[in-house]
């Protein structure tokens, strides 16, 4: 299964590189994946999900960052 090596930031739309080096035995289902954005700085925490083994593991990854980013801005307007 392959991630991919840097991912474009939902936040500031910079490209976000990955920080996690692939495990020896591969990645599975479940791993985590962090990027570091080139812009924003942020980090991105990813979980490797059977989507990914698809061919859209691109697509996959950017709604995983997006679903984060929306869990971050409710977390902000309850306080
Ligand atoms: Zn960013």
């Known amino acids: 299964m392959e991630v991919p090596d840097q991912i474009v930031c939902v936040d500031c739309g910079q490209s976000a590189h990955r920080l996690t080096y692939p495990p020896e035995e591969g990645w599975e289902i479940g791993d985590y994946v ?15 999900c059977e989507e990914d083994a698809g061919e859209a593991s691109t697509n996959s990854f950017a709604a995983e960052a997006r679903a984060i980013l929306e869990s971050r801005r409710d977390a902000q307007s309850e306080s």
């Open 34 to 48: 962090a990027y570091r954005c080139s812009g924003c700085n942020d980090r991105w925490d990813l979980v490797v």
